[in-house]
């Protein structure tokens, strides 16, 4: 936790601005000459402000689908989760903060039986919500009272335009189990809300498609990286975009500007030419953090690892003494180091990639992404060889009991098992009645084994690879209206 | 329910270079009367920060920034005045910023930040 982490997001006071940069800094010379100095506005954001612009809460890891890039391993509920009055506590604090909203995913968040209860609160109490789903809650009466809250924004995770390629991802269903979910909010009239996207090799080949679905449904799309974390470091090398993909996906952004939204998280590949609209920021521990489950404080969605944990909610002086005086986040708010990348002359737009990036794929903090669109992330990785690649510090994915698995298999053969613990008078099971029971899908190929029966349960957590914190926000140009 | 966006509302005065940048700067500026009385949109939080603040609008989810101290001054004391022309009096902003700190209102106007009153 103490380790010093440069590199990523380096503010180079210098130079090259983008257009976005160019707009933020407009005023920061003319408007107030008599006072402090203040630098430009994405200065000041890589040096930390006082709370969160805004947040991601992951409420619960418990989901009823089993993505195979989860950022957050989720399946499994984790029985420290934060009550609902810890969860109340929380949001109190947001309020006194003034974080005007959160970005709340999972897991599920919708499984969580004090769901809706805590978007009350939380809207009740000055913060808004913008939470992610895969639409399996999204009913006809949920969706009309999500389309009667001013305060309260949908995204439905959907990684593939067609049940094939998304169910490869997310599993069996889950391509119905979302486009049902927007027909309903549809049919509730709520437009605008948004249609979250990871881009994979599987997909960028549909972004066409993936834009007639959103302007079908009245939503809008959002397209988010993939990121190597949590069960996506098993899945990255098959998943993610390649070289020749990076660049289609980047010139399908340019020519639709700010009517999708990304969550800034493309900036690496702004080398390819002018910056994407967005920040162009890594808000890691700056602006942004994550809230996991248990309470835990992270410095960004995309990495839960103990490396970037910075504290608990729960420990005194609770959200906000982690916030302002972790060491991990106040050395996140120093100067960064752009280390090898510190020649390159795109440095100042892409800022050496992204910080969870290249830490899950073993490359060096100060370095290149792994998708380096100059391909020195390539080079790096070849180097790396077969290095022990770092592992999320907490997994619950649904790796099932041997109690469990015999229950599953048991129940689908109609069999009735002893109960647990039962006496030796029990007579003995037949163990050939269930011994063709499906074995985890991931030990090896985390795809392997769809259609096997654990699979059914499988797919995706509501929006993994895809909580950016600044998720769901375009910058605009404020001169251009 | 709209879509989000951040922009930021700087107290600079754009530099009309071209006729259609003029145009631009006109048209921005007939969203906002300086002569009328307003307010900061009911439905709207202000978080001060060092180089301003953070404006958020609960209501269309657009998050903006007060790129500074002196115009969030301005913002709060919108509402105190019978005009905003009084609000940058108030505030001791001197003519010669005045078209800057216009232009800026006219961009929190436009985008419901700061709302028409009627006069008190």
Redesign the interface.
């Known amino acids: 936790m103490s380790t010093v982490l440069p590199g990523p997001t380096a503010a180079n006071a210098a130079s090259t601005r983008t257009p976005i940069d160019a707009?933020?800094a407009?005023?920061?010379?003319?408007?107030?000459p008599a006072?402090r100095p203040?630098g430009r506005?994405v200065d000041?954001f890589q040096s930390g402000?006082?709370?969160p612009?805004?947040l991601t809460w992951e409420l619960t890891y418990a989901c009823n689908l089993a993505c195979v890039h989860c950022l957050s391993s989720s399946g499994r509920r984790d029985p420290r989760e934060l009550s609902t009055a810890e969860c109340k506590s929380v949001i109190d604090e947001l309020q006194r903060m003034?974080v005007?909203?959160v970005n709340i995913g999972g897991g599920e968040p919708t499984v969580r039986k004090d769901f809706w209860e805590l978007v009350d609160y939380a809207t009740a109490h000055?913060v808004?919500v913008?939470f992610s789903t895969n639409g399996s809650r999204i009913d006809a009466a949920v969706a009309q009272k999500l389309?009667g809250s001013?305060?309260v924004?949908v995204q439905i995770s959907l990684d593939g335009a067609t049940a094939e390629v998304n169910d490869y991802v997310r599993g069996p269903g889950s391509f119905d189990t979302a486009m049902t979910a927007m027909g309903h909010l549809k049919d509730a009239g709520?437009?605008?809300?948004k249609l979250s996207v990871v881009c994979t090799r599987q997909n960028i080949g549909q972004l066409d498609e993936f834009k007639a679905i959103a302007d079908h449904y009245g939503a809008?799309l959002r397209l988010t990286r993939l990121r190597p974390s949590g069960r996506g470091a098993d899945t990255w090398d098959e998943l993610h975009p390649l070289p020749g993909q990076q660049k289609e996906l980047y010139d399908w952004l340019v020519a639709h500007g700010e009517d999708v939204l990304t969550g800034d998280s493309f900036f690496h590949l702004a080398a390819y030419g002018d910056a994407l609209p967005g920040?162009n920021l890594c808000g890691a521990g700056r602006v942004v953090c994550l809230i996991d489950p248990i309470g835990d404080v992270y410095a960004c969605p995309f990495a839960i690892h103990e490396e970037f944990l910075a504290g608990n909610v729960r420990s005194e002086g609770g959200f906000q003494t982690v916030w302002r005086e972790s060491e991990l986040f106040l050395e996140l708010r120093e100067p960064q180091s752009a280390g090898a990348c510190n020649s390159c002359q795109f440095f100042d737009k892409c800022r050496g990639g992204c910080m969870a990036a290249k830490f899950f794929t073993g490359l060096p903090m100060d370095g290149p992404d792994p998708e380096c669109v100059l391909g020195h992330g390539e080079e790096l990785l070849k180097q790396r060889g077969d290095a022990l690649l770092p592992k999320p510090s907490m997994d619950h994915s649904k790796t099932l009991s041997k109690r469990q698995r015999l229950e599953a298999a048991a129940k689908k053969r109609g069999i009735e098992l002893p109960p647990e613990g039962a006496s030796a008078e029990t007579p003995p099971l037949d163990l050939r009645a269930i011994a063709a029971m499906p074995d985890k899908a991931c030990d090896e190929n985390p795809l392997a084994g769809f259609g096997s029966a654990e699979v059914v349960d499988r797919a995706a957590s509501g929006g993994a690879g895809d909580r950016s914190a600044l998720a769901?926000?375009?910058?605009?140009n404020?001169?251009?209206? | 329910m709209s879509t989000p966006t951040i922009t930021s509302a700087g107290a600079d005065a754009p530099t009309a270079t071209t006729p259609e940048q003029a145009d631009v700067v006109a048209r921005r500026r007939l969203d906002f009367d300086p002569a009328a009385a307003w307010t900061l949109h009911p439905q709207v939080a202000l978080r001060p920060e060092r180089f301003g603040a953070l404006a958020y609008h609960f209501g269309t989810r657009r998050l903006s920034f007060l790129k500074s101290p002196r115009l969030l001054a301005v913002v709060e004391a919108l509402a105190d005045h019978p005009t905003a022309v009084d609000a940058l009096e108030a505030c001791g902003i001197a003519p010669a910023e005045r078209p800057a700190m216009e232009t800026a209102l006219a961009t929190l106007a436009r985008t419901d930040m700061i709302a028409r009153r009627s006069p008190a």
């Open positions: 707009v933020l407009a005023s920061a010379a003319t408007a107030a006072h203040v506005l000041e402000l006082d709370a612009i805004c003034q005007f909203y000055q808004g913008k389309a001013d305060y924004d709520f437009s605008g809300f809008q920040l769901g926000f375009t910058v605009r404020a001169q251009e209206g």
